[in-house]
């Protein structure tokens, strides 16, 4: 992770993001980040310490409950929100190159990414527009209702891997609920979400709604996510980090919402067409150099075509072309980090140990050893058990496993027996199975025939060690409220439980 230091005042410096206003602070520490397509410093950001964090907190509670957006009627605010979407959209170009620059996917994949980012507000200020209480059929003469009120301060904690789109899922529903936040971006990734808050407050959204302070997890995401001023966490990152905020939001009783790791099984039948089904594979391992919460992890094989497909898969990842993420044919980019490609490299270390067999990549790419960059060759192993290492853990990089299985009961024991659970994929042209499978996959989000598809609609999020609650979709936008129930006695007859005959009453 990015070491703290004192600026050298040779890239740009870049300061505090609270109250409408850009700061930069005497005496903080910074942080330097890099490209990973060269290593290069591209830019310095503040290490933001307690007190800042307490200034970002404190501003996004005066802005809830002030009149400039707390109080701003629903339907003007989520106006408003459309209004975000469309300036998104104006800038995506310059939004995805930055992407690109910052967290090293080709601009094929971040632009892809990013234009999902505009329809992401407009679909939660429609259902701002669109939101209804409920009347509540209850006993006696009663009108029971609820007004669903936002909860607060959002604490948002983005990963480096999508850092716009996965801050902006939590983003549209945190500002058309009519909540405020504080956003922790990635400590390798803020360059994106600095320019968003730009392009946001020249939109018009007023000061305090949205604050952002950067830094490390342990030190300015820690002090954010135990604020007794936040309200609701939403993080998504690794399983550890998400137990250790959560636990920490949890003390002040704040809402969750994790999105933590995964080590997505892929079930592979042989009635399916086996090159497409190495062509998903490839896709759902080695999109973002690997590094997506649901890569395809593990591939479980049915053993009629296993060797066929590990033949096959090991050909694909040879063919994939690893480069500058820039460079118009690059296929696969660099990983973020040098700290990362030597995790990666170290799993490879432990599959040889465990006795797999590597049968495509596990090095750096010759041609690319002198770039300064951090790339890897997309790497597979075959003749991997349910038991090893390699088939448990979650790597984060262009790495995947292949099993073989012999029947349908041990594929599906093979994937559930894992403690994640976010998504699970299969490929098969057996429609019972399918659905039977859907069911029966220990996760939050299945893929049927298809890999890494999501849509601003559909709820997302994990089981098991993968997190809670869901972001995107209408669940999303409920979760940034609570629910107040009013209950009104339309009775105008006299009611005393202290009466002197002490009949008996109707108590509660
Ligand atoms: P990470 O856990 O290292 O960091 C994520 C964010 O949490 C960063 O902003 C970091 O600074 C912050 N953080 C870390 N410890 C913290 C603490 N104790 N308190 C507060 N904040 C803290 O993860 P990463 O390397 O950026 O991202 C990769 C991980 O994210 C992988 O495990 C991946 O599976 C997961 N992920 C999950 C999803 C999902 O939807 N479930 C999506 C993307 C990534």
Redesign the pocket.
Known sequence: MPSPEKTTGQAPYRGLFIDGVETSPEGRETLAILSPRDGKIIAHTVHAEASDVDAAVASAQRAFKGSDWGKMPDRTRAKLVYKLGDAVEQHLTELYELETLNNGRPTRETRAQLSKLPDMFRYNASLAMAKRDAVIPVEGDYLAYTLRKPVGVVAN??????PLL?ASRNLAPTFASGCTTVV?????TPLTLIRLWEIFRDAGLPPGVFNIVTG???TT??A??GHPGVNKLV????????R??GA?AARNFAHQTL????KTPVLVFDDFDIDQAVDYAAFGAFIGAG???VCASRHIVQRSIYDEFVAKLAAKAKGIRVGDPFEKNTQMGPVISELQRQRVLDFVKIGQSEGARLVAGGAVPANLKDTGGFYLEPTVFADVTPQMRIARE?V?GPFTVVLPFDSEEEAVRIANDSPYG?AAALRTKDVTRAHRLADALEAGVVWVNDHHRADIAFP???VKD??VAR?GGLESFDYYFHTKAVMVNKSADRFDWFETEMRDLRMN
Request: proline share 4%.
């Open positions: 904690i983005s990963p480096f891997n999508h996965i922790k971006p990635s400590e390798y490390l997890g342990a995401g820690a954010l996510v993080l998504t990152g690794g399983t550890e980090s998400g250790a905020a920490a999105e933590l790791g995964g590094q997506t919460c979650e984060f976010l997302w999020g994990g993968s997190g972001e």
